[in-house]
């Protein structure tokens, strides 16, 4: 009998797990967490925050660098963080690198009313790449408008658009509630009311419509929103497992602010070690065939009792 949820009990999370898993993960010292890389699961560390997000700006650049007419080439990317995007437009701006033969797929999107949000939605994700990237690009460097991807509620064109070009990366944040994308632990209902989906049955799932977990929408609400979570949309789109195993290679950054020490060590550990499990959906990279964690060191913390 698996564990009740200590923070949703109608839902699956991490504290669905058995205690002994999390504790080994709160043990982890920055020397085992660089240990545990293993064929198809890298680990990097960087020093400085500067160091880390041009880093992972340098992932939209050499991905693009690759396209070509006959083999167009892309990225998919987060919205969290956005630290990374405003580097992106000037590193291809300063290096004249036209985008002509490349792609852009956006991860996610806020649904309200049972539809995506407009571009002009203060919290959007299409709003927030085209504002901090693609509109601060020269426009003999831009990429085709046809070429930048979206997630939409009917998603036929969306997942159409992931066969049009290679993505040569997958980057994402890990939320609290350790999703990549939306990619959030179901609800305990129905069929899963005991069990959640198992990894085999979840990685089947496409871009779609979900229902965001409640530590996803408190996390949003801190993290963007100054702790408004009324303004804070209960669903959204989401790429799906089914496009993100289309991805060449998967790359997570983790800056230290979007997840908590635990979380970070966890996923690391449960990727490493192949203990895949859909109360944890970053888990199941375990599978993919090449992931990459990117840790700010100082953002690393630990999980030692500190009272405040």
Same mark, same amino acid.
């Not at 923070?7 to 660089?34: G, M």
């Not at 049955?201 to 929408?217: A, C, F, I, Q, S």
């Not at 550990?269 to 199941?284: E, H, N, T």
């Given at each position: ?51 880390? =997000? ?5 992932? =939209? ?96 064109? =969306? ?32 069929? =899963? /009311? ?24 408190? /996390? ?9 979570? /009324? ?78």
């Amino acid at each position: 009998m698996r564990n009740i949820s200590k923070v949703a009990p109608e839902w699956w999370d991490y504290t669905t797990l058995n205690k002994e898993l999390l504790d080994d993960a709160a043990a982890l010292t920055e020397k085992d967490i660089q240990q545990l890389a293993r064929k198809g699961f890298t680990i990097r560390f960087y020093d400085t925050i500067e160091e880390f =997000y041009l880093a992972e700006a340098l992932e =939209y650049i050499t991905a693009w660098q690759q396209g070509t007419e006959d083999c167009p080439a892309g990225i998919c990317g987060p919205v969290g963080p956005t630290e990374q995007l405003p580097l992106v437009a000037r590193i291809v701006n300063e290096l004249g690198i036209s985008l002509k033969n490349c792609h852009f797929w956006g991860m996610d999107e806020w649904v309200i009313n049972g539809k995506e949000v407009s571009i002009d939605f203060p919290l959007g994700f299409a709003r927030a790449d085209m504002d901090l990237c693609f509109n601060r690009i020269k426009p003999e460097l831009a990429m085709p408008k046809e070429n930048i991807h979206f997630p939409a509620v009917d998603p036929t064109e =969306y997942i159409k658009s992931w066969d049009m070009a290679r993505c040569v990366v997958m980057q994402g944040g890990q939320g609290e509630v350790k999703h990549w994308a939306f990619n959030d632990p179901p609800k305990r209902a129905g069929a =899963y /009311q005991d069990i959640p989906p198992s990894p085999e049955e979840y990685r089947k799932l496409g871009t779609r419509v979900v229902d965001l977990h409640p530590m996803t929408l408190i /996390q949003n609400a801190r993290t963007s929103g100054g702790g408004t979570v /009324q303004n804070v949309p209960c669903q959204a789109l989401t790429v799906g497992p089914a496009e993100t195993w289309k991805a060449e290679k998967v790359s997570i950054w983790h800056p230290g602010h979007h997840d908590n020490p635990l979380g970070m060590r966890l996923t690391t550990l449960m990727i490493s070690k192949k203990i895949p499990d859909s109360s944890v959906p970053m888990s199941l990279l375990a599978d993919h065939p090449n992931v990459q964690f990117n840790f700010f060191r100082p953002g690393l913390g630990t999980c030692e009792v500190e009272m405040h």
